[in-house]
């Protein structure tokens, strides 16, 4: 491989294992964007993060991490204003912040191409509700293209681009998680030539002024647009019709559910009936769909969610008066991710026919095992900020879960790392629902609900996104709420963007224009606003304590860095001291014989370093600070009210050998490997 | 049309997905072969459940490969559809468990991380011996290492225990791919030399 770097200088004729979503970004960068954006969310952070991390090697490239995606998705409209091909990429529910720009987007049309990449999320592994986007294109028309695989996604992408200026609508590319994160072969086209990408925008006012008659005439224009979209669909390469024998059934479907689908029929052993795939799920040609009804007398629509294609495929049966039966819902669930395994089950239900046996046992045994296995969530990493920010709130409202007590605080739960609060042993969220949603829930109930101290928790970069107008309000109203936001000074979920107010890049360089955030909450009008390091535990809760009877909106930033962007820091420039632990460096200790097991580090603060062990002579359980995972935080020794934890020097690989001898013991009685053949 | 499916399972931040990264670049080789499969992770969630699929396949011909009824493969894998699987925490394997067959492999690490329900005394950690008898009713090529002991012992630290496993895989089961290819991937990018090591090491288990 002579080129180091596919995704920027590869051609037609390399090939490489690449992820769904840098598939989307090589696609864009095929079809000569010159701007890209988004307000990162998983699933589709690496969209624009791959061409971010390399537009230093890319000539004419523009890329932004917004502070939205209301505003993302305007910066792209701009852009392609301007004669800029622009992808703009965000997450499902982004698209509920950006549904104003793009509701417009139709009326006034693009100039260069314009493409809004969906990660969708069903299941919601990664997301706070699990909203099929495409709906959205029933009152906002803009084409919905879906790919189902890595190939597609690239393919797709640098197509929707011709379509999107062919038909002056912004193309939605349709992404949902399992094909973001698949990573399989792609192979590359050719680029096209960057020198000439250079802005100029010229004035439009017929298209973009919209207001009174002018909106009028530009909703009649859409939809003659979408009109010869709807043709051009009919013929297209992108909606395929693949024939079977003389089977009267045919089936229906898109993106990855069509990968499901036909490895599904491959496994099942059934190749004889009529396969429709649609590349465009909006808008449906009625020609096109009347062109795949011939023949047929049953029809499955084999799709995610509440049934999008469903809903827009029996009204057009109806206006061709297809008399076969159309079945969709009835057969594959409407909710959590439709799995090859719901696709397998749903077409051996339709055909009636038995489930190959492999895949039953293994179905059966997998839930006959479920019950029996302890139940796992994600949580905080270890030495994260956010542990010590949660429990101090805890501590200061009262929670106890070894003495069994409740909180009287009401705490407003946001979106971000810190979400994961509201997981075991913290429970420290009574409600989550979008960003922002905490301080505006929250101002509200602090009014109506006098009894009880409010507390609305936010993290920097949720607050940026969208939180500033609900503080201001909550000032203005006279609302009476505690606020903590939780600086960790980068967008961490996501893959660690920065917010405006990071003040020192991975490398040690300072920002430029840094954001203080303290100045900016005072200038909102909020006279109680404290800083305070977190991990400073005792501090910080008797902070919370002493706000919490103050009066009107109090502001506690809990600032402290992201512990996995210090360490990469510190490792980045060969600094020792703080970060992760190496061999001969002080550690950590808990000194068994002080330890009366309170279960104050263990289960309150519940560190993962923080492990159960067993004592050889006594066989009793002892707690024990994992030297190979602590990174010496020094919160738990902090905590810990019999002074039993202690930073002491320490060998870490001699400390492994004895903990290994007497695991091994402990692991006789089964032995090491049970191999009866190959 | 031939495939052999990996399922890989384990905790966020073990380095699963890099597993399945460097075997998938090692199917890059011909034409005729493809390789699919993704990756589940939550955000940044630490400690939560994660897994990788695996999913190489081979074409019998250019048209086998052109045929769209053989040509278009799901990212996941079907339940009881994995040739092998490579777990890299005792408990999860359970989990993964759903993948396997009677002809499956399986690769297990012994070192446990409890989970937050267990540390509330609400549910108890299952013993091995039980993983062992409960994955024993499924298939019975089972193996199982402390591979965090044996990366802390040889590299100073857990970050390897991932590529040791890989290394246990090939030496235990038959993998429709070189062990030329993988190393070569190994070779390519930081931590090359611990890479391949680690992989040597697996090898010989
Ligand atoms: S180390 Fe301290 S805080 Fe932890 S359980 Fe023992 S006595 Fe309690
Ligand atoms: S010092 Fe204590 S709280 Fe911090 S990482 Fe180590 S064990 Fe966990």
């Known amino acids: 491989m002579g080129k180091s770097n596919l995704f920027v200088n590869g051609t037609k004729g390399d090939k490489a294992i690449v992820l769904g979503n840098e598939a989307i970004a090589r696609g864009a960068l095929e079809a000569g964007i010159g701007y890209a954006s988004m307000y990162p969310g998983t699933p589709a952070s690496e969209i624009i993060a791959v061409l971010d991390k390399n537009k230093s090697s890319i000539e004419n490239l523009y890329t932004e991490f917004s502070l939205n995606e209301h505003i993302s998705l305007h910066g792209a409209i701009g852009a392609s204003w301007s004669g800029i091909r622009s992808l703009c990429a965000m997450k499902n529910v982004g698209l509920n912040v950006a549904s104003e720009p793009a509701q417009f987007l139709s009326y006034t049309g693009v100039k260069a191409g314009l493409v809004l990449a969906i990660g969708s999320d069903p299941g ?67 680029l096209r030539d960057r020198s000439e990408i250079k802005g100029d925008f010229k004035k439009d006012p017929e298209n973009y002024l919209n207001l009174f008659g002018m909106a009028v005439r530009n909703h009649a224009k859409y939809l003659e647009r979408n009109e010869l979209l709807k043709k051009y669909l009919i013929e297209s390469k992108f909606n395929k019709i693949i024939n079977g024998s003389s089977s009267k059934i045919g089936f229906i479907s898109s993106g990855v559910v069509y990968a499901h689908l036909m490895e599904s029929l491959d496994i099942l052993g059934v190749y004889d009936h009529k396969i429709l795939k649609l590349g465009f799920t909006f808008p449906l040609p009625g020609e096109l769909i009347g062109r795949f009804f011939e023949g047929l007398d049953k029809v499955v629509i084999v799709e995610e969610a509440e049934g999008f294609l469903e809903f ?14 159309i079945y969709g819902k009835e057969f594959f669930k409407q909710t959590g991710e439709l799995t090859i395994d719901d696709v397998i089950v749903g077409i051996s239900n339709f055909f009636e026919k038995p489930l190959p046996s492999y895949f039953d046992f293994a179905v059966k045994k997998d839930k006959e095992l479920r019950d029996k296995l302890p139940q796992r969530s994600g949580t905080f990493c270890i030495g994260c900020p956010h542990r010590a920010t949660f429990y101090s709130i805890l501590k200061a ?16 739960g946001d979106i971000g790392c810190y979400t994961l609060g509201l997981l075991p042993p913290y429970n420290a969220m009574d409600f989550l629902t979008c960003m922002n949603a905490g301080l505006g829930i929250g101002q509200a109930i602090s009014i109506f609900d006098k009894q009880k101290k409010v507390i609305a928790l936010v993290g920097d970069s949720t607050f940026y996104h969208s939180g500033i107008p609900v503080l201001l309000n909550a000032v203005q109203n006279g609302s009476d709420i505690l606020y903590v936001i939780l600086d960790n000074s980068w967008t961490a979920m996501t893959g660690h963007q920065k917010t405006p107010s990071t003040q020192k890049d991975i490398d040690g360089k300072p920002s430029a224009n840094v ?9 909102l009008g909020v006279s109680y606003v404290k800083s305070l390091d977190p991990n400073s535990v005792k501090r910080f809760a008797s902070q919370i304590k002493s706000a919490l009877k103050e009066p009107g909106v109090k502001v506690i930033i809990a600032k402290r860095e992201c512990i996995l962007q210090e360490a990469r820091r510190n490792k ?79 060998d870490l690989k001699t400390e492994f050998k004895l903990r290994q001898r007497a695991e091994i013991k402990s692991a006789e009685e089964v032995p090491n490997e049970v191999r009866i053949n190959v | 049309m031939k495939k052999f499916n990996i399922a890989i399972v384990g905790l966020g931040g073990q380095g699963i997905i890099t597993m399945g990264t460097v075997m998938k670049n090692a199917a ?30 081979f074409y019998e011909n250019e048209s086998e490969m052109k045929d769209p009824r053989k040509s278009m493969h799901s990212p996941m894998i079907e339940s009881g559809g994995a040739d092998a699987l490579i777990s890299l925490e005792p408990l999860e394997t359970l989990r993964g468990a759903c993948y396997i067959n ?67 895989l090939f030496a235990k089961a ?32």
């Not at chain 1, 409202?397 to 407003?412: H, P």
């Not at chain 2, 329900?117 to 024993?136: A, C, D, H, N, W």
């Not at chain 2, 857990?158 to 246990?168: D, F, M, P, S, V």
Request: charged residues 25%; contains cysteine.
């Open chain 2, 102 to 168: 009677k002809n499956s492999i399986v690769i297990f690490n012994k070192t446990p991380y409890i989970p937050i329900s267990v540390r509330m005394g609400q549910t108890s950690y299952p013993e091995i011996s039980f993983i062992v008898s409960e994955l024993m009713k499924i298939t019975e090529n089972i193996f199982y290492y402390d591979f965090d002991a044996i990366s802390l012992e040889n590299f100073n630290s857990l970050t390897q225990k991932n590529i040791i496993a890989l290394g246990a």
């Open chain 1, 515 to 523: 954001l203080n955030l303290k100045d900016l909450v005072k200038s």
């Open chain 1, 397 to 412: 409202v009262g929670f106890s879960n070894t003495e069994g007590k409740e909180r009287e605080a009401v705490i407003a």
């Open chain 1, 312 to 325: 827009q495929i029996k009204k057009i049966a109806y206006e061709l008066g297809f008399k076969g039966a």
């Open chain 1, 124 to 190: 919601a592994p990664s997301s706070s509700n699990e909203q099929d986007d495409r709906w959205y294109s029933l009152h906002n028309y803009m084409p919905i293209m879906e790919p189902s695989n890595i190939q597609e996604a690239k393919d797709f992408t640098k197509d929707a681009f011709d379509i999107s200026e062919k038909f002056s609508f912004g193309v939605v590319l349709m992404a949902p998680s399992r094909l973001c994160h698949n990573a399989g072969t792609l192979y590359f086209g050719d």
């Open chain 2, 28 to 57: 890059l080789s011909s034409d005729l072969q493809d390789v699919s499969g993704s990756e589940r992770r939550g955000g940044a969630q630490r400690e939560g459940y994660v897994e990788t699929f695996v999913k190489y396949i």
């Open chain 1, 572 to 650: 980045i420039l060969n600094k020792k001291g703080s970060g992760f632990a190496e061999a001969g460096e002080s550690l950590y200790e808990i000194q068994k014989s002080r330890c009366v097991k309170c279960n104050e580090c263990f289960v309150e603060l519940a560190c993962p370093a923080i492990i159960l062990k067993k004592d050889e002579e006594t066989g009793n359980d002892y707690y024990y600070i994992d030297p190979a995972s602590c990174v010496k935080c020094g919160v738990c020794c902090e905590i810990c009210p019999n002074s039993a934890i202690r930073k002491v020097e320490f």
């Open chain 2, 174 to 205: 038959v993998i429709p791919i070189e062990i030329a290819a993988i190393e070569n991937i190994l070779k390519i990018g930081k931590g090359s030399e611990n890479n391949l090591k680690a992989f040597k090491l697996g090898l010989k288990l």
